[in-house]
């Protein structure tokens, strides 16, 4: 990697580089993508080689304020380096766009409504955390408490990479706040995560293939949004996709906020399509209920959280649902990467085994 940068600050440097402006471009974003995987690494090799000295100070003077002020700087760099590993997983094409993600409420009734916005919550907790932007485009009120549906756009850098394991269906169990009796309900809510696809050039839209729909917002916004036709449902005849947004103020911002949700939706059958994944699609969903989570959340008779993919268990329940769910979404990514690695180790390894047979 370092031969390739070494070769693109070669190629910038050039007297006749500017002459083809378009791939001079290209050539930059490519170099600053280079530096933004190399530079962490050599950030930390230098804070390890600090870290080193001053180990060496602690115990040469026997200093027990230098070897603590050592043992959290290595803490500190624990951290960093757990974080520079996981956004190195982060390579797929659209892993650094923002994510578009969607919960829906499932089998439950008012407790999974009310599970839709708990873990809601926890998603925007989690995104706050990481200092990314949350903007809720789109929100149905359930009918006693929660919410049984909501669309949010979580804008920072790698929001889809990080999130795209979360795709699936939640199972909380606990002591219902809604049962008189006070018994013991299982609540199921999906979610969905998608890369925001904001350049006309990802998908084409025939204009032609839309139903577009307007209707009064039934979501908080004040008086405007109560007295007027400002939200917008667009429906993708082809595929049957349909898409609404109502939290903005103007019918036109709803319109092009619906429009992205729509091109990141078409994006996202598309690369399914191409990856053969047909069963995965909306249309053949696994239904919101009992045997098909991925992962399940328990808050009675003890607290868990498990990841019924990586099976990775966390006892603090609450401590995930305040947006602590990093070891997840670390676990997956490690998952997908270690399957990429099988799968190629596989296919090149194939031909020797055709030849030997």
Not at 203 to 231: M, P
Not at 304 to 317: F, N, S, Y
Request: hydrophobic residues 40%; negative net charge.
């Amino acid at each position: 990697m370092r031969n390739q940068i070494a070769q693109l600050e070669a190629q910038a440097s050039a007297s006749d580089f500017w002459s083809r402006p378009q791939q001079a471009q290209e050539t930059l974003q490519h170099l600053a993508a280079l530096k933004a995987q190399v530079e962490p690494w050599d950030a930390l090799r230098a804070r390890a080689k600090a870290l080193e000295d001053l180990l060496a100070l602690a115990l040469q003077e026997d200093d027990e304020s230098v070897a603590l002020a050592a043992e959290g700087e290595m803490q500190q760099l624990e951290a960093e380096l757990d974080r520079v590993e996981t956004q190195a997983l982060l390579s797929g094409p659209y892993d650094r766009h923002n994510a578009l993600l969607t919960i829906n409420s499932g089998a439950g009734g008012t407790d999974a409504q009310d599970w839709a916005e708990m873990l809601l919550r926890m998603y925007v907790r989690w995104a706050t955390e990481h200092q990314m932007e949350v903007r809720v485009l789109d929100r149905t009120e359930g009918e006693e408490a929660g919410l049984a549906s909501a669309t949010a756009e979580i804008r920072g850098a790698y929001a889809y990479g990080y999130l795209k394991g979360e795709t699936g269906i939640h199972r909380l169990v606990r002591i219902s706040p809604f049962d008189a009796n006070r018994r013991r309900h299982t609540s199921f809510a999906s979610v969905e995560v998608l890369p925001e696809m904001e350049e006309q050039k990802e998908v084409e839209i025939e204009a032609d293939d839309l139903r577009i729909d307007t209707f009064r917002s039934s979501g908080a916004g004040g008086q405007h949004v109560n007295k007027t036709d400002s939200a917008v449902r667009i429906t993708h005849l082809p595929t049957g996709i349909v898409v609404q947004c109502q939290n903005e103020r103007s019918q036109h911002q709803n319109r092009e906020v619906a429009m992205r949700i729509l091109r990141s939706r078409l994006a996202d059958l598309q690369r399914r399509q191409q990856e053969q994944q047909l069963a995965q699609l909306r249309g053949e969903q696994a239904d919101i209920s009992w045997g098909n989570q991925m992962r399940s959340y328990f808050l009675h008779p003890y607290t868990l959280v498990k990841d019924h993919r990586t099976q990775v268990e966390i006892g603090d329940a609450h401590g995930v649902l305040g947006g602590a769910i990093d070891p997840f979404l670390q676990a997956f990514l490690r998952q997908q990467a270690a399957s990429r690695q099988a799968r190629g180790t596989s296919a090149a390894a194939s031909p020797t085994t055709r030849r030997a047979r």
